[in-house]
């Protein structure tokens, strides 16, 4: 059987998906494709960046409007070298561990893995209040939670641009955490590009304290992780493929997956 990927021969800064039944390439909005044909999954990647160090964060990020995370508002956030997000302090630790952890904090995590942004890759974090963001938002929620409503009020948005893993300096990957917020709703788009072979494992999902309310992504700590045929990029619960989408503001306990 002829894999459709390969038939494709998709170029460089391209990746195969799946969408509708149908086999394309697809491309991040910083390699747009010829005649502006279909783009992947990101969100524009802009803002402030972080400062390079291995198992660093951002500064402490004050939040336009607070982000209620399964009933808990927040007024501050961090987005951390390692693929994950916190919101009470900054967290170094590389090496994932599965959900539920059961712990002392609420984490999302678009790509938890060793990532090492010393000598190249950025950690860009921007949120908006206004503007066509706040749009795609509102058109992207409601086409994934129609019985909502949505109208975005606030867009954060996180990126690991071209990181690469830690003794793997050739390595590139990127991925995306957009967190949105409007009314009573709180979502996450967790958005995939182009994902580097990587022999570390990796975990996809969030977790909350105690893990009351904690998801996994289908393939997290697999062999299928990263690499032109990650799972992640490849497959999607909202038919975009590259991007998974959550509500946040509440859910049931001990949740593997919705």
């Given at each position: 059987?002829?894999?459709?990927?390969?038939?494709?021969?998709?170029g460089?800064?391209?990746?195969?998906?799946?969408?509708?039944?149908?086999y394309?390439c697809?491309?991040?909005?910083?390699?747009?494709?010829?005649?502006?044909?279909?783009?992947?999954?990101?969100?524009?990647?802009s803002?402030?960046t972080?400062?390079?160090?291995?198992?660093?964060?951002?500064?402490?990020?004050?939040?336009?409007q607070?982000?209620?995370?399964f009933?808990?508002?927040?007024?501050?956030?961090?987005?951390?070298?390692?693929?994950?997000?916190?919101?009470?302090?900054?967290?170094?630790?590389?090496?994932?561990?599965?959900?539920?952890?059961?712990?002392?904090r609420?984490?999302?995590?678009?790509?938890w893995?060793?990532?090492?942004?010393?000598q190249?890759?950025?950690?860009?974090?921007k949120?908006?209040?206004?503007?066509?963001i706040?749009n795609?938002?509102?058109?992207?929620?409601?086409?994934?939670?129609?019985?909502?409503?949505?109208?975005?009020?606030?867009?954060?948005?996180?990126?690991?641009?071209?990181?690469?893993?830690?003794?793997h300096?050739?390595?590139?990957?990127?991925?995306?955490?957009?967190?949105?917020?409007?009314?009573?709703?709180?979502?996450?788009?967790?958005n995939y590009?182009?994902?580097?072979?990587?022999?570390?494992?990796?975990?996809v999902?969030?977790?909350?304290?105690?893990?009351?309310?904690?998801?996994t992504?289908?393939?997290?700590?697999?062999s299928?992780?990263?690499?032109?045929?990650?799972?992640?990029?490849l497959n999607?619960n909202?038919?975009?493929?590259?991007?998974?989408?959550?509500?946040?503001?509440?859910?049931?306990?001990?949740?593997?997956?919705n």
């Open positions: 059987e002829i894999d459709p990927c390969e038939k494709l021969d998709c460089e800064h391209e990746w195969c998906g799946n969408k509708d039944g149908v394309s697809f491309s991040d909005e910083h390699y747009p494709r010829p005649n502006n044909e279909s783009y992947g999954p990101l969100y524009p990647i803002g402030n972080t400062q390079p160090a291995l198992d660093g964060s951002s500064p402490r990020i004050v939040l336009h607070p982000f209620v995370y009933g808990q508002p927040y007024n501050q956030i961090y987005v951390n070298h390692n693929g994950h997000i916190t919101f009470n302090n900054p967290w170094g630790i590389h090496i994932p561990q599965s959900f539920p952890m059961y712990g002392t609420d984490i999302i995590a678009p790509f893995t060793i990532f090492d942004n010393t190249t890759g950025l950690v860009y974090y949120q908006y209040t206004s503007g066509n706040l795609q938002a509102t058109e992207d929620i409601n086409n994934y939670f129609p019985q909502f409503n949505f109208t975005a009020s606030w867009v954060f948005v996180a990126t690991w641009h071209e990181i690469p893993y830690w003794l300096n050739n390595s590139q990957t990127t991925v995306q955490a957009v967190l949105i917020s409007g009314g009573q709703y709180s979502f996450v788009l967790m590009g182009n994902i580097s072979p990587n022999r570390w494992k990796v975990q999902g969030y977790d909350t304290i105690n893990s009351i309310h904690h998801l992504v289908p393939g997290s700590f697999s299928n992780t990263s690499g032109n045929y990650s799972v992640f990029r999607s909202v038919n975009v493929p590259g991007r998974w989408a959550f509500r946040l503001d509440h859910g049931s306990r001990g949740c593997t997956f």
